[in-house]
């Protein structure tokens, strides 16, 4: 008899994330500063950007994932530390990950 484990599901978000850590938040991070094309994201276009709802999702994406991804991996920074009270930790870092899910979708529905 197999035995199915449901840690695909765990992997998935904080995959995710890493990837959009290390390839899509470089690319924002360099639209938003205007180094490439000034201009291109002023008030107007970014507010008209996070207004539609395909905006709003795409945000929410690019927030809570590497927001996800950071919390497993600041998890794991600590226990090399030799912060073993992984407990607390964990409560720290999720908790902390958490309250950032939250905020995110409110502001987002607020626009």
């Known amino acids: 008899m197999a035995v199915h484990s ?3 599901l765990i992997w998935l978000p904080f995959a995710a994330g890493g990837m959009l850590a290390a390839f899509v938040l470089p690319i924002m991070i360099v639209l938003t500063t205007g180094f490439l094309f000034p201009g291109a994201l ?3 276009r970014a507010y008209a ?3 539609n709802w395909i905006g709003k999702l795409i945000l929410l994406g690019v927030i809570l994932l590497p ?3 950071a919390a497993h991996r600041l998890r794991i920074t600590a226990h090399d530390f030799g912060i073993h009270n ?3 930790v964990r ?3 999720y908790v902390l990950a958490g309250v950032g899910s939250v905020l ?3 502001f987002l529905l607020a626009i």
Do not use: G
Request: proline share 0%; with cysteine.
């Open 6 to 8: 449901h840690k695909a």
């Open 86 to 88: 992984d407990t607390a």
């Open 104 to 106: 995110t979708v409110v």
């Open 91 to 93: 409560w720290a870092c």
């Open 49 to 51: 950007f996070a207004d």
């Open 67 to 69: 927001l996800w991804h």
């Open 42 to 44: 002023s008030y107007e």
